[in-house]
């Protein structure tokens, strides 16, 4: 084999930062508690834990970010993606969305409302690897180039296509949504031959995924291989090999469908591990976990007690800490020291320049995202002067505080967000994370000479990178930034 390092990205959909029996804060949670996620205590005891680590607060900006190394606002893919040149945002009372870019990514330029760089994949493939996406994609809207991943650098396609979630976990169902009534459009590709069996989607992926590995295993290639699962999207269904012991346990069905959906990603990560091992590749493999955004809240998943993110507020679609806040671990052998703690803050974008420098190459252009290796060397503390943005114009989610179009920054232990309605009672929000980790208390009054701080940094940033603002139904003009 190369010297140079395999390298597996495992992105979960929609995990929460507390879903999972690793402890990401400074102590284990009643949540922490409920999920059973052995695999990742398992990577985390071989590897490093970030309890700062941040996404988008949906998932095509995310992984648009994570793509081309570019901040949502820079990019403007600030909202999920998937019928061409159709927005999903629901109409707001007060303010027009701008025309951000709904189309998403596309490998061209040319295309309207789309945004074009240099994608992960193709400067790896550059560099000598073979790339493969398993699982979702959701990069670019339907009948667009940048729906399929083999148009922007992947080699290998397993499963990922235009929309951002998976018809059906079930075999006997095909992966269609039609057994639900469902649009066809969400119809998971390229696994007919799991058609009609007892394969949930999270296995199907996984055994697809290593067989894609074991081909460059086979031909001396170095791997990228981008684990992108769809679980834990809804929508939710039962995973026989793990639910009975959570009904068991008194949760509601809702809560043990979703508590098994959790474990059998777990497993996932399990089996992509174990292999590497059996295969003698695990010393010169570097494994990166994350999800892309913060995990849905309880109301929003239907169930009676079920995950949500305390002691983080709200949850997707929210720029507060449940919506953006995200579980990450990594392992890079011979580099990170087995059972650390990184607490810096770090931002999505990142991992694009990073797994460049661990693939032993450069961006081909300035990008927003900035390498975390040296953190995974120890080198912490890096990051208190270094602001982290998000932008999201749109209308996402329930309409109450914390959702909502909206802007923010964290710089050092602070954070700063800013609402666009211009008729919403509380307008910007200031808050002392290392204090007050719940977003629970509001000192935008109390501490004016941090919030005009914080509020001209994320002013300043927004004009830079020319960010779009809704507009106000009533004047017709712009929102102002703050």
Sequence with gaps: MSRKPNIVLFLVDDMGWQDCSVPFWNKTTPLNQKFHTPQMERLAAQGMKFTQAYACPVCSPTRVSLLTGLNAARHRVTNWTLHQNQSPDAVHPRLNMPDWNLNGFQPEPGMPRTVCAPTLPQCLGQAGYRTIMVGKAHFGALGTPGADPKKIGFDINIGGHAAGGPGSYLGEQNYSAKFRKGDPVWDVPNLEKY???HTFLTEALTVEALKAVDQSLADKTPFFLYMAH?????PYAPDDRFIDKYKARG???IEAMYAALVE???KSLGDI???LEKSKLSNNTIILFMSDNGGLTQQARGGKSESHNLPLSCGKGSIREGGIREPMLVKWPGVTQAGSTCADSLIIEDFFTTILEMAGTKPAKPVDGISFVPLLKGKTGTSANRPLFWHQPNNWGPQNLGYGPSSAVRLG???????????QKVREELFNLREDIGETHNLAESNPEKRQQLATVLKDYLKNVDAQMPTDKITGKLIGTP
């Design 264 to 266: 059998g990603m777990d």
């Design 230 to 234: 769809y679980a834990v999207h809804v």
């Design 251 to 253: 949760l509601d069905p």
């Design 273 to 275: 591990m174990d292999y």
């Design 195 to 197: 058609h009609g069996t």
């Design 413 to 423: 232990d602070w954070k700063y967000i800013f609402y666009h309605h211009p008729g």
